[in-house]
């Protein structure tokens, strides 16, 4: 019972303490940039009581989330896929899902706050379907820590 309720416990400062806001079309301006972020950016805010403060910004597709050892914010991130093919070199996946491109952009950000972020690992391996299938990024989805 203790398990469970440590668990809920978690989820629920997870979700009170951050959320995600992702645009995919929509311009957001930020401090670097104020004409807004690049399709598939997001940033990562600390919500208290109605508040909210910008803890992470410019995180190319961000999919997993974990506290690690050291009580740091990590987040693994989907990058932008790239422009490699492989057609004409082995079989593809059909339309209108495919052909994949891909490129070595995932990467893994430690959050610092109040210091900052820092990309910690980089070049995973990053993948996108065709644009009629909305580009959909595939690449390292969570961090786990032993």
């Known amino acids: 019972m203790r398990r469970i309720i440590s668990g809920y416990l978690s989820l629920v400062v997870l979700c009170s303490f951050i959320f995600i806001s992702c645009s995919k079309e929509a311009e957001m301006p930020t401090a670097a940039n104020q004409s807004g972020i690049t399709k598939g950016t997001a940033s990562l805010y600390k919500v208290s009581y109605g508040s909210q403060t910008v803890v992470a910004t410019d995180l190319n597709e961000p999919r997993g989330l ?17 422009n490699i093919s492989t057609v004409g070199q082995c079989d593809q996946v059909p ?52």
């Open 95 to 146: 339309p209108p899902v495919g052909p994949y491109l891909g490129g070595n952009n995932g990467s893994i950000t430690k959050v610092n706050t109040p210091q900052g972020q820092s990309k910690i690992n980089t070049n995973f391996p990053s993948t996108q379907t065709a644009a009629t299938s909305g580009e959909e990024k595939t690449s390292i989805s969570s961090v786990a820590f032993y």
């Open 66 to 82: 974990i506290f690690g050892p050291d009580q740091l914010l990590y987040v693994s991130e989907s990058g932008t896929g790239g």
